[in-house]
């Protein structure tokens, strides 16, 4: 979990984003993704991904994170249902352009 938010946590200061998008994907919808692509593959999953409470805990501290930060949610998820690649596409493209028209003072 964040607990505190500082600008310069490292030995040297980053700048601030312009935009950090949050691509939030409730964990049941990602299990069954995840499981559905382990049958389709014939592959297995790995440690985290078998983890089902790990994985929620892992959503719960990037939602947390999302909200402390300021970061731009685009859900991935709508009446329960994965939303298209191309719908989460336009959403993506579309918080970016408006980043990019957005006028800054320098």
């Known amino acids: 979990r964040v607990t505190g938010v500082q600008t310069c946590a ?4 980053l700048p601030k984003p312009d935009l950090v998008l949050y691509l ?5 919808a990602s299990v069954s993704l995840l499981r ?9 999953a790995d440690i985290h ?6 994985l929620a805990a ?3 501290t990037a939602s947390h994170a999302a909200d402390v930060l300021g970061w731009q949610r685009i859900p991935c998820t709508e009446n329960g249902q994965v939303r298209t690649v191309e719908t989460i ?18």
Do not use: F, S
């Not at 939030?24 to 049941?28: E, I, R, V």
């Open 24 to 28: 939030d994907m409730p964990t049941g």
């Open 89 to 106: 596409h336009q959403d993506v493209w579309n918080a970016v352009k408006r980043c990019l028209t957005e006028t800054k003072p320098v």
């Open 58 to 60: 892992c959503r719960e």
């Open 10 to 13: 490292l030995p040297i200061c």
């Open 49 to 54: 991904e078998r983890d089902n409470a790990y």
């Open 36 to 44: 559905h692509r382990e049958a389709a593959t014939h592959t297995q």
